[in-house]
Structure formats: structure tokens, C-alpha cells
């Protein structure tokens, strides 16, 4: 029976997450992990695992993303952060909502699991951009939509260009106003995987460079 549902998983050093990620990976889900670069064998602890590995060697968020949903051959498309961050079991009423129509894009809302999980800095800076998202363009988000489920053919159409951080939050914007229905759900958020460190939330740095991207998108 061919995959429903491919889940690309953009990742850059993310080895020591993925055996555990890619064991919770529900049946019906193909798996396209996107080595954007990595140091530390990512790639081949990927296809141990039974993933299948596209490499993209341009740098930045968007650009593995859109290597995966490029390299896709399913009806539809989920994308989740590779880090072990998120539980992949909580895309299939995701994927159920947009297969029955109810939505054209499902999201997920990161509902932290304890405190700590989230950075400060972090969240500030996605709450800066949520709450310009819903003045500006009345978008009903409550997240940047770090979990994601659409039909490929749908998301290729968007035509996003973006291909660092910005990507999520020109899709979102794209995606309103081509008239998308979208539908945010709570997810669970949980500490990165032991001896990962996040590109974004990882460091002050990294958020205030994600930030730059957010607005250069917004502008």
C-alpha cells in the first residue's frame, strides 16, 4: 500500500536524537530526513533507522524543507523538527483533519511538557511574531507552526521562497491568503534530545538571528 504521508525531518547534527524519534513514527508514515549539513553522522544513523536521506547543502530551515517536500512522492506532506522535541504520534489526527477536509493545513501549538522547556528569549521573540501575525493579517495562530500537515501538491503551489527561518511564517501568510483553512491544535513540547543543541531556542544568538529572519519575511 503506498505511504499516505511522508514526514520530512529538516536536521543539522540531530544523530543523537533520531533512533528514539524515528521509533515513534506511526505506520502509514514514510520518512524523508534532510541533511542540511551535518558533522556528526546524522545521515547514517538515519538510514539505519530506515529512513530514507536527501542531502541539501544549501543552509537554512526552509531549504531542507523544501528539499523534502521536493524529494516527496506522497499525497501529503508533515514536517516535524528532528530534534525529539515532538512526538511524531501526534500528527495523525493532524493528518485525519486534512485527509477529511476539515482543514487545508493542520498545525501544531508547542504546549511545553514542564518548565524550562521553552527559553524565555525564545518564546518571546515567537510571541512578537504570532501577535504581529494576527494584527497585521488577522491569521488565527497562536504559533509560528513548528508541526505541520498539508497536501504536497498545495504546499508546492504556495510557492514559498523563503529558505532559512523566515519559511514558516511566509507559509503561514502565504497560506491565509490563498484562503487556506487552517486548524491549530495543542501539542506537546518536551526537552530537546540528550546531546543536541537547538539552532533557534539554543542561544540568544540563535534566537535573535531567527528573529531577523521572521522580519525580514514580515516586511
Known sequence: MPVQCDLILPCKDEAAALPALLALVPAGFGVIVVDNGSVDGTAEVAVRCGARVVSESVPGYGAAVHAGV????????????????????????????????????????????????????????????????????ALPVRDIAPVRVCRREDLLALGVQDRRFGYPVELLVAAHRAGWVLAETDISYHPRATGTRSKVSGSLVGSVRTARDFARVLR
Open 70 to 137: 521536493l524529494a516527496s512522492t506522497a499525497e501529503y506532506v508533515a514536517v516535524l523538527d528532528g530534534d525529539g522535541s515532538m512526538d511524531p504520534r501526534e500528527l495523525e489526527p493532524m493528518l485525519a483533519s486534512v485527509v477529511a477536509g476539515e482543514a487545508t493545513m493542520a498545525l501544531g501549538r508547542r504546549r511545553p511538557v514542564r518548565a524550562g522547556v521553552w527559553p524565555w528569549h525564545a518564546r518571546a521573540g515567537n510571541a512578537a511574531v504570532v501577535w504581529w501575525l494576527r494584527r497585521r493579517t
